[in-house]
């Protein structure tokens, strides 16, 4: 025997497609002795519902988007882990977007709504501005609730959730200058992150008030890449102290100038932010930023699915609790 599909139940049952899904999504709604016969049918034939069935009658397919532009960071894939298990809860399945360098995001969002999703959650933190506003217009438009994933927009209306990223780095950049460090560098990324943005903010915020120089270092975030340039720019500077963005910036340059004749920390002191596996495996290991990667996974998903089903809402933006993990490089 083939699949058994919703088709075959209707068949059966000698009643429409719509009746079935209302079977499965709203029984109250449909009369007893037809719902009685229905589910005799499903019993009988074994059939197991999917997504696409149970969201027949109310045109939704109980799938939720996810916009992420790189799946192979450490914290995107523990953000992952708490949104799946939110997901799974509420019987949702996931369907991954992802925006790699040069993407249409004309297209790509297009694409988002053409495969009707229920909501979606925006994880791409290199999104400008005005490509974030294009793609809430477009969900906007065609009634799909979208939550920013520690994705930050200066909209008040627009539902996100994530950590204070200033207040983190104004409070890490204070640790370290109240340790007697004054040539504090703060390691951020060519690329545009809007979160970087604001760990820079906080970084120079606490540099001024201390009356000492902002030193602001862009470079990759792919470790193999950043080592030339961190050789190319600090050999001749001087320096005792430096932030990274992300742990794995950190670690690589504290691994530079170890390299270099250098000690961690008492000649350069070294913090990261995110607090992922790589600041406990470092040697030294690296002071950071506990960032609760999988709670902004799991808050944001339980946000959207009270958006989508129209639930009330306490706070449009909801902010998490960070903390200093402090350890043996700082």
Avoid: W
């Amino acid at each position: 025997m083939g699949k058994v599909t919703i088709y075959s139940v209707a068949l059966a049952a000698g009643v429409s497609l719509a009746t079935v899904s209302r079977v499965l999504n709203h029984p109250e709604k449909v009369k007893t002795e037809t719902r009685e016969r229905v589910l005799k049918v499903i019993e009988e034939l074994g059939y197991r519902p999917d997504a696409i069935a149970r969201g027949l009658a109310s045109r939704k397919t109980t799938t939720v988007g996810i916009l992420v532009s790189d799946v192979t960071r450490a914290s995107v894939a523990e953000m992952f882990g708490g949104i799946s298990d939110i997901a799974i809860q509420y019987k949702y399945a996931i369907k991954l977007f992802t925006a790699p360098e040069n993407i249409d995001y004309d297209e790509l969002f297009k694409t988002i709504i053409a495969e009707r999703v229920d909501g979606l959650l925006l994880l791409n933190d290199e999104l400008d501005h005005q490509q974030v506003k294009e793609l809430l217009d477009i969900c906007e438009k065609n009634g799909v609730p979208v939550v920013l994933a520690n994705v930050l927009f200066d909209d008040p209306k627009v539902p996100s959730v994530s950590i204070d990223y200033e207040k983190a780095s104004y409070e890490l950049t204070r640790l370290m200058i109240e340790n007697g460090k004054k040539e504090i560098y703060i390691l951020s990324t060519v690329r545009t992150y809007n979160v970087n943005e604001k760990k820079e903010l906080g970084y120079t915020k606490a540099m001024e008030e201390a009356g000492l120089e902002p030193k602001i270092f862009r470079t990759s975030g792919d470790t193999s890449v950043n080592r030339k340039h961190f050789d190319g720019y600090f050999h001749d500077k001087h320096l005792d102290a430096a932030i990274g963005v992300r742990d794995s910036i950190a670690v690589s340059f504290m691994n530079y100038v170890r390299e270099n004749g250098k000690r961690v920390p008492e000649d350069v002191a070294v913090a990261g932010f995110q607090n992922t596996k790589y600041a406990t495996l470092a040697s030294p290991s690296l002071t950071s930023i506990d960032i609760p990667v999988y709670d902004l996974g799991a808050v944001s998903m339980r946000f959207l699915t009270k958006l989508m089903n129209n639930e009330s809402i306490d706070d449009v933006k909801v902010i998490l609790n960070h903390y200093i993990v402090r350890r043996k490089s700082l």
